[in-house]
């Protein structure tokens, strides 16, 4: 049983953060455990209010979890403050787990999740640690303080990232203005890349999009899938999870964990070197 590691905000609603990363672990029978670095008062509605737990107190449940678990991947989401992620990083420097960064900073609702001044932090101290960073396009555009809105541009702020020490960006264009494909652009350090494009679906409830996709990508990565691979299967996990969604709540709804094992047949991704 391969086990994996959330570090990340609750969301009380069930949609995004922690609750997402698990069952989406869970989904793909891997065996999850978590360091809690937030709680969020949340629903599909909005984010309402934030209480951060204290850096050694979320010291204390990584220790833990390091103490007794052979642990073969690692997801950060919500770290919200500067020291949280300075916290995370000092521990993370003396393992050799592969990290994969979820950069998330503002809710679908528009609420922060990630304090202005911890910007800097993730950018120094965390990035430069992650075997994989997954931004969506706002997120990209504050880690290299350049507009995104050209596949040049794309090019141009993956690059960034890599120079800053990842060494893989997956670009998540779900913000992008493409009505007809949801793509994302992935990037290599030895120069390699290529996008993955499936069909977008008109739907609000993307709630924990980001969320989980990289659980699923840790997953995968922490079941030993090569990185290519895992990659794309993470990408039909996301795609099918909106495709399939569930219209729970009144706002942005959750994705569907459930709906990569019963369709996984049937998602097309279109591959571009
Ligand atoms: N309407 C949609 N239809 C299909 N895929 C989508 C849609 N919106 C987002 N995605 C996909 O969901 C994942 C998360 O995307 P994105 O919205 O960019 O990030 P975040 O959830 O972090 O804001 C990406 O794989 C993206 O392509
Ligand atoms: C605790 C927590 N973590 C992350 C998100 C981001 O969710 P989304 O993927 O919808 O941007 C969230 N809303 N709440």
């Known amino acids: 049983m391969h086990i ?18 698990l069952k989406t672990f869970q989904e793909l029978k891997v065996f999850g455990t978590s360091v809690i670095t937030a709680l969020t008062a949340q629903n599909t509605l909005g984010v309402y209010d934030v209480l951060s737990i204290d850096p050694s107190f979320i010291e204390k449940q990584f220790y833990a979890l390091l103490e007794d678990f052979s642990i073969s991947a690692i997801k950060t989401g919500m770290l919200f403050s500067a020291d949280v992620i300075q916290t995370i990083a000092n521990i993370m420097a003396d393992l050799d787990i592969p990290l994969i960064i979820d950069p998330v900073m503002i809710a679908k609702g528009g609420e922060s999740l990630l304090q202005q001044q911890a910007i800097e932090a993730l950018r120094c101290y965390l990035l430069p640690l992650a075997t994989v960073i997954m931004p969506n396009i ?3 555009e504050v880690l290299t303080g350049k507009k995104i809105d050209t596949p040049a541009s794309i090019k141009q702020a993956a690059h960034t990232l890599l120079q800053l020490g990842a060494r893989c960006v997956v670009m998540k264009g779900g913000h992008l203005s493409d009505k007809k494909f949801a793509t994302d652009y992935v990037f290599f350090k030895d120069g390699r890349s290529f996008s993955m494009q499936t069909a977008r679906i008109a739907t609000n409830n993307t709630h924990g999009t980001g969320c989980t996709f990289s659980a699923a990508l840790t997953a995968f990565i922490g079941s030993n ?9 993470a990408k039909k996990f996301i795609q099918l999870a909106i495709t399939h969604d ?12 459930f709906a990569y094992h019963k369709y996984k047949g049937f998602c097309e991704v279109i591959i571009h070197e």
Not at 225 to 233: G, K, M, R, S, W
Request: proline share 7%; charged share 10%.
């Open 4 to 21: 994996v590691t959330t570090i990340a905000g609750s969301d009380s609603g069930g949609g995004a953060g922690i609750q997402a990363d």
């Open 225 to 233: 899938l090569p990185i290519d691979q895992a990659i794309l299967e």
């Open 246 to 257: 569930l219209s729970i709540g009144n706002g942005y709804g959750p994705t569907n964990h």
């Open 138 to 140: 706002p997120e990209a």
